[in-house]
């Protein structure tokens, strides 16, 4: 019978990347199976993960025809609102760096609507800044150490950009607060932008139109409220997300996660709590 043994750990960035960064995680797992594989739903974070053991076998995204993607490299950019599909080698290690919703893009500068939605290598600063930190991981003996790097790294990497929050954030931590019900025109109007200047702007320093990052905010609420229930009466947390009916409640469950309701199980999704922890 396979086993999956998996260690994982949310941890906090310094306190001077706090406005940019808003955990680190730590995961590990070894397999005596190598067929088994995690599924990610999405979370409200744009991540770059740095692997330090064997490369994922295959990366599949369940939004794009159910492609795969050989994951060879080492370092891999992720914007984690697309559901996906990893199976394993015998062994993984990574270590994952969570934005706040524009932190990636204050940081490192590249616009986010040019990786929203895929798996690459990452580019530019955030790549450089990757491949630095992997071999800073390939030397560290223990977690403490793993850790300081990143923060030794994103440290180096806000004091060369300094950069300054804006109305896209405020909006974006508005939409997190609220778990997604809030109106996109008030959004707007509050940051003092037209809706299609908050669309442009929350695309390409965010990862996703707003409307969208709402819905998979309001969906990320349904998965904590199943975490704190696992036996759940539905009806009550479509009521309490914000659902105006049970339809679309059950079409974005599905849409998300690609199975109904009655047949989704928390047993299968530990390893997406690391992706949406926040």
């Given at each position: 019978?396979?086993?999956?043994?998996?260690?994982?750990?949310?941890?906090?960035?310094?306190?001077?990347?706090?406005?940019?960064?808003?955990?680190?995680?730590?995961?590990?797992?070894?397999?005596?199976?190598?067929?088994?594989?995690?599924?990610?739903?999405?979370?409200?974070?744009?991540?770059?993960?740095?692997?330090?053991?064997?490369?994922?076998?295959?990366?599949?995204?369940?939004?794009?025809?159910?492609?795969?993607?050989?994951?060879?490299a080492e370092v891999v950019c992720m914007v984690s609102w697309?559901?996906?599909?990893?199976?394993?080698?015998?062994?993984?290690?990574?270590?994952?760096?969570?934005?706040?919703?524009?932190?990636?893009?204050?940081?490192?500068?590249?616009?986010?609507?040019?990786?929203?939605?895929?798996?690459?290598?990452?580019?530019?600063?955030?790549?450089?800044?990757?491949?630095?930190?992997?071999?800073?991981?390939?030397?560290?003996?223990?977690?403490?150490?793993?850790?300081?790097?990143?923060?030794?790294?994103?440290?180096?990497?806000?004091?060369?950009?300094?950069?300054?929050?804006?109305?896209?954030?405020?909006?974006?931590?508005?939409?997190?607060?609220?778990?997604?019900?809030?109106?996109?025109?008030?959004?707007?109007?509050?940051?003092?932008?037209?809706?299609?200047?908050?669309?442009?702007?929350?695309?390409?320093?965010?990862?996703?139109?707003?409307?969208?990052?709402?819905?998979?905010?309001?969906?990320?609420?349904?998965?904590?409220?199943?975490?704190?229930?696992?036996?759940?009466?539905?009806?009550?947390?479509?009521?309490?997300?914000?659902?105006?009916?049970?339809?679309?409640?059950?079409?974005?469950?599905?849409?998300?996660?690609?199975?109904?309701?009655?047949?989704?199980?928390?047993?299968?999704?530990?390893?997406?709590?690391?992706?949406?922890?926040?």
């Open positions: 019978m396979s086993r999956w043994i998996m260690h994982f750990e949310v941890v906090s960035p310094s306190p001077a990347l706090a406005d940019y960064v808003a955990y680190y995680g730590l995961w590990e797992d070894e397999e005596d199976d190598a067929q088994l594989g995690a599924s990610v739903l999405p979370g409200v974070v744009n991540g770059i993960q740095v692997r330090y053991a064997d490369p994922y076998k295959t990366v599949s995204l369940a939004q794009a025809g159910s492609v795969q993607v050989t994951a060879a697309q559901q996906l599909y990893m199976r394993q080698t015998s062994r993984a290690g990574m270590l994952g760096v969570y934005f706040r919703p524009a932190g990636c893009f204050h940081l490192f500068g590249a616009p986010m609507s040019d990786t929203a939605g895929i798996i690459l290598e990452a580019e530019g600063l955030a790549g450089q800044f990757a491949r630095e930190l992997s071999q800073r991981l390939s030397q560290a003996e223990t977690n403490s150490q793993k850790l300081a790097a990143a923060d030794e790294l994103l440290l180096r990497q806000l004091h060369c950009q300094q950069p300054v929050p804006n109305a896209i954030d405020v909006a974006a931590e508005r939409i997190l607060d609220q778990h997604g019900q809030v109106n996109i025109e008030d959004l707007a109007h509050d940051a003092g932008l037209s809706r299609r200047q908050l669309e442009r702007r929350f695309l390409a320093e965010v990862g996703a139109p707003p409307k969208h990052y709402a819905r998979i905010a309001r969906f990320n609420h349904v998965l904590q409220l199943l975490v704190e229930n696992p036996a759940p009466n539905w009806q009550d947390i479509a009521y309490r997300c914000g659902y105006y009916d049970q339809a679309h409640f059950i079409r974005d469950f599905r849409f998300f996660t690609g199975k109904s309701p009655s047949q989704y199980s928390l047993v299968d999704s530990d390893f997406s709590h690391f992706f949406w922890a926040r």
